[in-house]
């Protein structure tokens, strides 16, 4: 069974940095894509960055210049840097991916399952 374990959140004065981290576990054959998001009470989860199948990096537009996504292709992990943070980011960040996930048949065949799994997510608060 995959699954993504967030960490790297906690408590941070404005201004300071923070480095998330999403780690994909289990059987995997790729690790496509993956999406960071946040998400505060009463409202709905937004996505703040993400690095697409083909390698494009998109943010939006509250947090250009701020957070950078990277991978470490050989760990299966994914981070999130988080620069000049403001008390508007404080949310719980939760990490998405698009995988296959592999597994052997009877015969020795390989079997590829696509799976989006979404991590547990990690608080972050940006107060003084």
């Known amino acids: 069974q995959v699954q993504l374990v967030e960490s790297g959140g906690g408590l941070v004065q404005p201004g300071g940095s923070l480095r998330l981290s999403c780690a994909a576990s289990?059987?995997?054959?790729?690790?496509?894509?993956v999406g960071w998001y946040r998400q505060v009470p009463g409202e709905q989860r937004k996505l703040v960055a993400e690095l697409t199948s083909n390698n494009k990096i998109n943010y939006d537009n509250s947090v250009k210049g701020r957070f950078t996504i990277s991978r470490d292709g050989a760990k299966n992990t994914v981070y999130l840097q988080m620069n000049s943070l403001k008390p508007e980011d404080t949310a719980v960040y939760y990490c998405?991916?698009?995988?296959?996930?592999?597994?052997?048949?009877?015969?020795?065949?390989?079997?590829?399952?696509?799976?989006?799994?979404w991590g547990q997510g990690t608080q972050v608060t940006v107060s003084s």
């Open positions: 998405n991916a698009d995988l296959d996930e592999y597994r052997y048949l009877d015969g020795g065949e390989l079997e590829l399952t696509k799976r989006h799994p």
């Open positions: 289990g059987k995997i054959f790729s690790l496509n894509a």
